[in-house]
Nanobody, 112 residues
Framework: QVQLVESGGGLVQAGGSLRLSCRAS????????LTWYRQTPGKQRELVAT???????VYADSVKGRFTISRDNAKNTVYLQMNRLKPEDTSVYYC??????WGQGTQVTVSS
């Protein structure tokens, strides 16, 4: 049974940092692309960053230079380091395995 459990969200002031974690189980973690998405009420879920099994990364233009996605295959965990946070980064952040399974999400709130 696939499980993806996000953690690390919270309330932070603009300009601050947070690190999100997504711990996975129930599948061979190392062979999958993992992706962070975010969704704000009333808006579509948007891709934030993705990392392939080989470590290649892609970022949304809105987070380039501020966010870093990484993975630790030994810990079955994917991370999202978020620096220089802005109020517009406020959202629920989800991790996704491949094109199928989703985690439950973690709330990030950035105050101005």
């Amino acid at each position: 049974q696939v499980q993806l459990v996000e953690s690390g969200g919270g309330l932070v002031q603009a300009g601050g940092s947070l690190r999100l974690s997504c711990r996975a189980s129930g599948f061979i973690f190392s062979v999958y692309t993992l992706t962070w998405y975010r969704q704000t009420p009333g808006k579509q879920r948007e891709l934030v960053a993705t990392i392939t099994s080989g470590g290649n990364t892609v970022y949304a233009d809105s987070v380039k230079g501020r966010f870093t996605i990484s993975r630790d295959n030994a810990k079955n965990t994917v991370y999202l380091q978020m620096n220089r946070l802005k109020p517009e980064d406020t959202s629920v952040y989800y991790c996704r395995k491949g094109s199928t399974d989703w985690g439950q999400g973690t709330q990030v709130t950035v105050s101005s």
